[in-house]
Nanobody, 121 residues
């Protein structure tokens, strides 16, 4: 079963930057909309950013002008460039995508296991 695999999380000081990546674990036919969500302890999972198959992006107000989502269509990979990080950005970041594994299947929402981002001095 294909999953999405995140990488790039870690510990960074306030004001620093990190770049997250997300790619499928195996061969797939196509991924439509992809995005990033995050969940801090005690909080619900919340939207961070999404990018459609056409490249249209959407951001949570809390990360606009600091985060940038991008996509490599050839690699079915998305990235999240996070700049000017704040302690409140600390969370487990999840990748999600509308994945179609082959031409005989319909697409379905697929999630990764998450990558931890900690912003602390």
């Amino acid at each position: 079963q294909v999953q999405l695999v995140e990488s790039g999380g870690g510990l960074v000081q306030p004001g620093g930057s990190l770049r997250l990546s997300c790619a499928p674990s195996g061969s797939i036919f196509r991924i439509y909309t992809m995005g990033w969500y995050r969940q801090a302890p005690g909080n619900q999972r919340e939207l961070v950013a999404t990018i459609t198959g056409y490249g249209m992006t959407n951001y949570a107000d809390s990360v606009k002008d600091r985060f940038a989502i991008s996509r490599d269509y050839a690699k079915n990979t998305i990235y999240l460039q996070m700049n000017s990080l704040k302690p409140e950005d600390t969370a487990l970041y999840y990748c999600t995508g509308d994945v179609r594994v082959d031409i005989f299947s319909s697409s379905r929402a697929t999630w990764g296991q998450g990558t931890q981002v900690t912003v602390s001095s």
